[in-house]
């Protein structure tokens, strides 16, 4: 990617002027947000792919808003469990049941971005550093 002058001036402004105490504070209640919705969706998601299957699905994207009218509220239930999933791997997130919810390491995920943008731009460069502001 080639970041024009200009655009790059307009970057680095807008990252100066952004509140990145408040962005670290929000990344953190997406976090645990994250956390608490896979864990309670664990059992859910999993019985997606039976549901998938029963009724015809090829994957979680193959449903047409359409339909939503015929699904049972279980089936939708593991639906939406399934698309959590999906959300939370492209956010950046991931939590085990009954696990913490971490941050992958991933670059191209948003949360991690996010949480590298904010340290850097906060002077902070270590979780520990972190959990002592």
């Known amino acids: 990617m080639n970041i024009e002058a200009t655009e790059l001036n307009t970057l ?4 100066e ?3 990145w105490g408040d962005i670290d504070a929000s ?3 997406v976090l645990y947000t994250m956390e608490l919705l896979l864990n309670a969706t664990a059992t859910d998601a999993e019985r997606w ?10 994957d979680e994207f193959d449903v047409d808003w359409c ?3 015929w699904l049972t509220s279980e089936e939708k239930l593991a639906w939406h469990a399934v698309l959590l999933r999906v959300l939370a791997r492209d956010l950046g997130i991931a939590a085990e049941p009954g696990q913490p919810a971490v941050v992958s390491d991933d670059p191209t995920a948003l949360v991690p ?3 590298q943008i904010s340290r850097i731009a906060t002077g902070q460069t270590s979780d520990e550093q972190r959990r002592a502001a």
């Open 113 to 115: 971005t996010l949480v």
């Open 27 to 29: 990344s953190v209640g």
């Open 49 to 58: 792919w039976d549901v998938a299957a029963r009724v015809g699905f090829i």
């Open 12 to 15: 680095r402004d807008y990252v």
């Open 67 to 69: 339909d939503l009218h």
């Open 17 to 19: 002027a952004a509140p």
